[in-house]
């Protein structure tokens, strides 16, 4: 599902800069907590899991591609049947995720 960023605007996760800032290499599941996150796909491909779509309610979660030798995937983990692996391929790719506590959303920002 893809929905606007104008809806969601308020909830107190967006765009939280007082969250710590996640640069990786290497393949990784996120922890609730990592909501920023950067990838460096020069020698690899990097594969990220989003966490627990229950466990992350309310949360906003971007990544973004820094370097892209390589692709930068994300998926969920599989407790979210409507999820589809996202890939991303190109440096300053960004993918946004929301999560209502039951789906994943990807969303794009309204202008």
Known sequence: MQIS???LAEQKHYSDSN?????????????????RIL????????????????????R???????????????????DDPYFTINTYNGAGETGKFY???TTWARFTESV
Not at 20 to 34: E, Q
Not at 39 to 58: I, M, Q, R
Not at 60 to 78: K, M, R
């Open 5 to 7: 960023l104008g809806s």
């Open 19 to 35: 969250a710590p800032l996640v640069v990786t290499a290497a393949a990784k599941t996120l922890s609730v907590g990592d909501t």
């Open 60 to 78: 906003f979660y971007s990544v973004t591609v820094l370097e892209a030798s390589n692709n930068t995937t994300i998926d969920d983990g599989g």
């Open 39 to 58: 990838t460096d796909a020069t020698d690899n491909v990097v594969a990220l899991t989003l966490p627990p779509v229950g466990e992350s309610a309310g």
């Open 99 to 101: 999560s209502d506590g």
